[in-house]
């Protein structure tokens, strides 16, 4: 089942499917992505990937895009809120922190990263 344009890792990553953990579950403390499609998952993957390679913008779209098709999965909404943290995208980032919180108000990842924007925003 290999995908025109999609190199190699990421064929072999979709074909591990979502709960070969990867990158999101190495930053959430080994919590591994449930997506509801492998299309979200494959959206993820790729911004993940863009992350990785310091296109945080490309990041943040892939992202949105993985949310739309899952929109109840909160650990794609931290992943996003870091790429627009790292466009200078401070309150679109702090929205999808409260989202990820109202989906899941005991994810530390989100907590600790709401946190730091609010400290951010009223530091001198």
């Given amino acids: 089942m290999a995908r025109r344009g999609l190199p190699a890792l990421l064929i072999a990553a979709l074909a591990?499917?979502?709960s070969c953990g990867?990158?999101?579950g190495e930053r959430l403390g080994?919590?591994?992505p449930h997506?509801?499609?492998?299309?979200?998952?494959?959206?993820y993957l790729l911004g993940a990937i863009a992350a990785e390679n310091g296109?945080?913008?490309?990041?943040?779209?892939?992202?949105?895009?993985?949310?739309?098709l899952d929109p109840d999965d909160p650990f794609l909404r931290v992943e996003r809120a870091e790429a627009l943290t790292a466009c200078g995208r401070h309150d679109d980032a702090r929205a999808e922190l409260e989202r990820a919180l109202a989906l899941d108000p005991a994810l530390p990842e989100a907590a600790a990263a709401l946190a730091e924007l609010r400290r951010r925003a009223?530091?001198?």
């Fill in 122 to 124: 009223t530091a001198p």
């Fill in 16 to 18: 591990a499917g979502p």
């Fill in 22 to 24: 990867g990158t999101l």
């Fill in 35 to 43: 997506m509801a499609s492998p299309e979200a998952y494959e959206q």
């Fill in 55 to 68: 296109d945080h913008e490309t990041a943040a779209a892939r992202f949105e895009a993985a949310i739309a």
């Fill in 30 to 32: 080994g919590a591994e």
